[in-house]
């Protein structure tokens, strides 16, 4: 899954639309001193500003370099990580809407 992740951040980037990544406004809310929350207002809420955050939220892991250095080759924009251990992948947000209500219950609360 790596490399189609990565292929999905580095699309967004290219196309300036927000990474959307859930953790890194987890790692806001952490660094506020706040409930977790996607909704949070910082610089390192991927969901709400466009581009990298402006430092780490944690360790880059040797498999997550090569997969950006080699990321595969598909026209994904989203993903959702689902209460079924998998990755789920959508090209349009209708779909990936579709994907989180089906597969994300839990792990999207």
Same mark, same amino acid.
């Given at each position: 899954?790596?490399?189609? *992740? &990565?292929?999905?951040?580095?699309?967004? @980037?290219?196309?300036? #639309?927000?990474?959307? &990544?859930?953790? !890194?406004? *987890? =790692? /806001?809310?952490? @660094?506020?001193?706040?409930?977790?929350? *996607?909704? #949070?207002?910082?610089? =390192?809420?991927?969901? #709400? =500003?466009?581009?990298?955050?402006?430092?780490? #939220?944690?360790?880059?892991?040797?498999? $997550?370099?090569? &997969?950006? *250095?080699?990321? /595969?080759? !598909?026209? =994904?924009?989203?993903?959702?990580?689902?209460?079924?251990?998998?990755?789920?992948?959508?090209? !349009?947000? $209708?779909?990936?809407?579709?994907?989180?209500?089906?597969? +994300?219950?839990?792990? +999207?609360?």
């Amino acid at each position: 899954d790596k490399a189609t *992740v &990565a292929q999905v951040f580095l699309k967004r @980037l290219r196309e300036g #639309i927000p990474l959307g &990544a859930d953790p !890194t406004a *987890v =790692y /806001a809310s952490v @660094l506020a001193g706040a409930e977790p929350s *996607v909704a #949070i207002d910082s610089p =390192y809420n991927t969901r #709400i =500003y466009k581009g990298l955050p402006p430092g780490p #939220i944690g360790n880059v892991s040797v498999l $997550a370099l090569q &997969a950006l *250095v080699n990321p /595969a080759k !598909t026209d =994904y924009l989203f993903f959702v990580a689902g209460d079924d251990g998998k990755t789920h992948f959508s090209r !349009t947000q $209708a779909e990936h809407e579709a994907l989180t209500e089906q597969y +994300c219950k839990k792990l +999207c609360q």
